[in-house]
């Protein structure tokens, strides 16, 4: 639910060039990663905050969901950021899209990878409860405890946070004379 905290291990055997995840409603759509369950373009991104860390030592700082939603598609030579909210990358390359030229990948299974995210509603419109004033038709302050919360169940709202991995694989392409024709064969290393 919104206000946690989950770490999901990135048990991935294979080098990976970059790692993407998006938290989706339990019970809502399957392609709306965004706190909004009926218009995804009027959502905000429900991963508040993420860190990568290696056994328990922090990689990737935790950092805002801005980083990982808006800088790192614009820092790493992306075709293009998506225009939904909710889609966080954190990239291993310079250059994600290219695929004939080496560049760096890791074995995250082999780091003890770990991804932490936080869920939290980053509408930048919200205001904080306790700074919240609700006054009566006489214009007389309303306590605040008096008003009964959180009517759309908003908050006890639970989402599933997965996760997208690509992955280095090495491909040999040979002539099979038997058959007379091209083999193509995904190696491990």
Not at 3 to 27: C, F, H, R
Not at 34 to 48: F, Q
Request: hydrophobic share 30%; with cysteine; aromatic share 12%.
């Amino acid at each position: 639910p919104i206000g946690t905290k989950d770490q999901i291990s990135l048990d991935i055997k294979k080098p990976v060039k970059y790692v993407i995840w998006m938290a989706s409603l339990e019970n809502g759509n399957l392609s709306n990663y965004t706190t909004n369950r009926e218009d995804v373009y009027k959502g905000w991104n429900p991963c508040s905050a993420a860190e990568i860390r290696y056994g328990n030592e922090s990689r990737v700082k935790e950092a805002s969901h801005e980083n990982f939603d808006e800088d790192e598609y614009f820092d790493f030579n992306w075709p293009k950021a998506p225009k939904e909210a909710g889609y966080n990358v954190h990239s291993y390359v310079y250059n994600p899209s290219d695929i004939q030229n080496a560049d760096n990948a890791v074995i995250l299974k082999e780091c003890g990878a770990s991804l932490i995210v936080t869920l939290n509603d980053t509408d930048p419109f919200i205001i904080p409860e306790e700074e919240k004033e609700y006054y009566d038709e006489d214009g007389e302050p309303i306590p605040v405890e008096s008003i009964k919360k959180d009517k759309d169940n908003s908050d006890k709202d639970k989402y599933i946070v997965y996760i997208i991995t690509v992955n280095i694989r090495k491909l040999e392409v040979y002539w099979d004379d038997k058959t007379g024709s091209l083999k193509y064969i995904f190696t491990d290393n």
